[in-house]
């Protein structure tokens, strides 16, 4: 099975930056659609933004402040966090599904096969 670890969260004040990592392990190719999410306790889980086929998509609350890209020789996803706000305080959490790319319904929590186990996020004012 394929094994997601992240990395890089932590508390930084609004404003600051933070580029969470995704380490993949456990698959043999690269057709897989790879994606981030956040949860706060209590609130349904949220696409962040997805990559598949080298096409990016990004939430509208996160575009312009956010980028997403990865490492396929170290089989890394990153999450490149700009100008954080407080709203941004979360839970992030990697996400894959072996398929074709992402394509425009990349943010459905129930499409993906597997996940890491998450990093806290949390932006002060």
């Known amino acids: 099975q394929v094994l997601l670890v992240e990395s890089g969260g932590g508390s930084v004040q609004a404003g600051g930056s933070l580029r969470l990592s995704c380490a993949a392990s456990g698959y043999s190719d690269t057709w897989y659609c790879m994606s981030w999410f956040r949860q706060v306790p209590g609130k349904e889980r949220e696409g962040v933004a997805a990559?598949?086929?080298?096409?990016?998509y990004y939430g509208d609350s996160v575009k312009g402040r956010f980028t997403i890209s990865q490492d396929n020789a170290k089989n890394t996803l990153f999450l490149q966090m700009n100008d954080l706000k407080p709203e941004d305080t979360a839970v992030y959490y990697c996400?894959?599904?072996?398929?074709?790319?992402?394509?425009?319904?990349?943010?459905?929590?129930?499409?993906?096969?597997?996940w890491g186990q998450g990093t806290p996020v949390t932006v002060s004012s």
């Open positions: 990559v598949g086929l080298g096409i990016t």
């Open positions: 996400a894959a599904v072996r398929r074709v790319g992402c394509g425009r319904n990349w943010g459905r929590p129930s499409d993906y096969a597997y």
